[in-house]
């Protein structure tokens, strides 16, 4: 958040984003922005089950500590689509598996 304008204006452009979306919808789905520390406390989340984070450690960082084995995240804005479960990529048999079942040829 920018504190109204002392370390930033960021969350201006991302309230019009907001209020852009909703009016298109035609009701109140999105809220915010919420600052990453009241975000993820159990206040917001027992009405709040999907956030939108501006950066990685904003949003990873909390999701991964309180639903480790339970999340999955998705990063927007990519050429490509990329999801990713939040227990990690199990790059010690990510490998091992690929040869298998892609043997070189």
């Not at 204006?9 to 907001?18: F, G, S, V």
């Not at 979306?21 to 990453?36: D, H, Q, S, T």
């Not at 904003?58 to 050429?79: H, M």
């Amino acid at each position: 958040m920018g504190d109204n304008g002392v370390l930033g204006h960021e969350d201006m452009r991302i309230l019009k984003a907001i209020k852009s979306a909703n009016k298109k919808l035609g009701l109140e789905r999105f809220v915010g922005p919420i600052v990453p520390d009241v975000a993820f406390t159990p206040h917001f989340r027992k009405d709040y089950h999907y956030y939108v984070a501006m950066y990685h450690d904003q949003g990873l960082a909390p999701l991964k500590a309180l639903y480790f084995d339970e999340s999955v995240n998705i990063s927007l804005n990519l050429p490509i689509v990329r999801t990713s479960v939040d227990h990690g990529t199990a790059f010690d048999i990510a490998y091992k598996v690929k040869r298998r079942l892609f043997p070189r040829i």
